[in-house]
Structure formats: structure tokens, C-alpha cells
């Protein structure tokens, strides 16, 4: 118990919340480094996944990357890329090791939101003369809409977690308060970093899924996906 | 002075037989741990993940609990996991144990509680009218029924804890992660490499091991497809 209350009184310390080091600092590289990287992974993942499932061809890829992501380790990925050239260019491991984690999750799930539409439905499309553009944007696209978003957010919540692991090979961000801990032997400030780290990712998670729940009607309807 | 040996080593290159050669017991024996921390971490979250999935199935208004807390554990980041247990093990191998564990239990849990739920209610209901009593029912029908999809969650819950054993190199019990931590302080270009590579192929020998046991157990599956 009494590291909680150390760790809760080095929460409440104001200098820890301000400075070069300070929790505002690293939240801010946090928060930056999940959202570019969430937007970057999209850009790169959607498009290719949604036309992959509109042509309906690369399964075997879409769905075999996510279980190559999970099989290497981020901490690896993070240390190869940093011995690498890239390793030179300040966050460059960083954003690298982010984006490739946050692409898989993101391709499988737009893929298998893609292929599970009703083909009845894609059928109906296409006899009512509708071309292959038009059936993308206005039919299977809204329709694989919930998987898609499921995708964005188990990748969202990777994201997260990478960033934190980032700060062991040297990057910004909220795991740089634990790992500076770490090297001070100061549990209490291992926890407090511990305790942000959990809290900034539960909020992240809590987030997407209070707009999945809120956003109309079929959205919430299939919150299961595919890791 | 002499001249410093004009090796792989000395180069520091990426792919390195000198590097094989020399530190192989190193090697070894971080693998060794690598598989241990992974094999008694597995083994423990499926011996709390069983009861926990059938006190879910059996009781209602334990499912939301159940499944909720292993989820909210699911979603904290595992260098934040680690440290939130620093207080308790303190720098052990215990302490990747527990956190290991705690993440495994999520994806077993889960998949273990969704194949007692697949189990077609006919069957239980023939094996009732066969007088299967409560405990037969539940390890001569439902479990081997169950087997597929806790076998699946099994062998996700063991590839990632090959992965995330790395990440207990913040304590000094990460098997090859160890060796990653130390070669990237060192700009060791072969440790990191042959390290990582190593985590790999013992995740993907995990996986195919599974996946031979589970074959093995569920003969019948294999004729229907």
C-alpha cells in the first residue's frame, strides 16, 4: 500500500506535471505520435484492403498479416529499426514501428468487413446498373462500415501501446516516465507512469467504444472483430 | 597493440556466424528462458481460464464481470502492466509471469466461453438422456466439443506471449528480449537480429505445435473437411 501512496503523491506533485520531462510534455508526444500514426496506418491500410475485398481477391494476405503482426515482437521491430539508417532520424523508429503494427489489424478487419457483405445485396447493386465505383462507395463500403471501425480502434489501442514500449528503445511519450523510473530505482514513479499509461489506453478504448455505441443505429449493432 | 581481428564482429554486421559460434550458450540460454517464462505463463492463465469460463457459462450475471475485467486487462499496454505489478513481485521472473498471464486470460476466456456456447444444446440433451450426470456431460462432451476454439485461443494467447516476453527485459527476465536490450544499448547489430529472428521461429514452432496437438485431439474434425 505504500507504494500507492508514494506513487499517488508523485501524481499529485506539480513539478512532475510540467517541464521538458513533465506528464503535459509526454502526454502531448503521446497523443501526437497515436494520431499521426492512426491517420498514416489508415490511409495506407483502408484503401488497399477495400479494394481487395471489392475485387475480392488477397484474402489469404489480408488475413495471414495479422497473425505475422502478432508473431513479432514490437520491442524487436523497435530495435532493428533504430540500428537501421532510420534509426538517425529522431522519431523515426517510433512512427515506423507504429504504423507497421497498426496496419494489420486494420487491413483484416476492413477485408473481412468487405467479404461479409450480403453478396444478395451486391448483386441487387449491380442489376440495378450501378458501376463498380458506385457500388463500392454507397454499398459495400457503409455496409463493411462497423468491422472497419472496429479495426480503427483495436489498432488505435495498439497504437497506444506501442508508443509506450517506444520510450524502452529511446522514444517520446507517456513509457518514458516509467522508464526514467526505471533508472531512478523510484517505484513510485514506475507506478504513477504505470497507472497513466493504463489509464490514457482505457480512455482511448472507452472512447471508441461509446462512439460505436452512440453513432446510429447499425454501427453498434457488431462490435466483435478480428484482432 | 594488435590490431583488432578483422571479423564480422569487429564490423559489426548484421548477419554474423562469428557472433553463432561464440555466444551460442548465450543464446541458448535465453531461449531456454524464453520458452519457460512463455510455456508456465500459458499454462497457469489456462488452468484460472477454465473455472473462470465456467463460472461465466454457469452463473449469468458473472459473464459481464468475467469477461469485462479481462478485457479492461487486455487494453493496458504491457510495459504499463509490468510496472503496475512492480510493487507486488518486485524485479522476478514472477513478475512477467503474472503479467503474462493476467493477458493470456482475456483471449482464453473468451474463446474457451464461446466453444462451451457453440455446443449444440441436442447434444447435451442426448447425452443427458444417455444418464450423463453434470460433471460427464461437461468433460466427456462439451470440453472435447469446446476444444477447436480454445485450441485457437491457445495459440493466440501463446504467439503473443512469445512476443511480450521481450518486453520483461524492463526487469532483466525477457529471455532474447534481454539480449535485444543489451544489444541495442551496444549498437550489437548481430545479437539484435539473431535475437529477434530466434523470437519468431519460436513463435511460429509454438503455433504449428498447437496446432499438431490440437489435430491430434480432435480426430473427427479432420474427416469433415
Redesign the interface.
Known sequence: MN??TDAWSWLTTSAHWHGQDGIWTRLGQHLYLTVVCLLASCLIALPVALFLGHIGKGGALAVNIS?VG????????L??L??TPVGRWGEGPTIVALVLFAVPPLLTNAYVGMREVDQDVVRAARGMGMTGRQMLLRVEMPLALPLILTGVRIAA?QL??TA??A???GGGGL?RI??A??NLAS?AQ??A???L??AF??IV?GLFEAAQRLAPGRLGLRAGGT? | MTAPPDDCLARNEWVCGAYLSSRRHILWDAALQHVQLTAVSVLIGLVLALPLALAARRWHWAAGPVLGVTT?LY???????F??L??VYGLSASLVVAGLVLYSLTLLVRNILAGLRAVPEDTRQAARGMGYGPVRLLVAVELPLALPAAMAGLR?AT??A???V??G??VGYGGL?NL??A??NT?F?AQ??T??VL??VI??AA?LLLLLLQRLLTPWTRSRS
Request: hydrophobic letters at 65%; charged letters at 5%.
Open positions: 507504494t500507492l497473425n502478432r508473431a513479432v515482437p514490437t520491442f524487436a521491430v530495435v532493428l533504430l540500428l489501442v497506444v501501446a509506450t514500449i520510450a524502452l528503445a513509457g516509467i522508464t523510473g526505471f517505484t514506475v507506478v507512469g504505470a497507472v499509461v493504463a489506453a482505457l478504448e484482432a | 479492461i487494453t493496458i499496454p504491457s510495459l504499463a502492466m510496472s503496475l512492480l510493487p493466440i504467439v503473443s512469445v512476443s511480450l521481450t518486453i527485459a524492463i528480449g535485444i536490450y544489444g541495442m549498437y547489430k539484435v537480429l535475437a529477434s523470437c519468431v513463435a511460429v503455433d
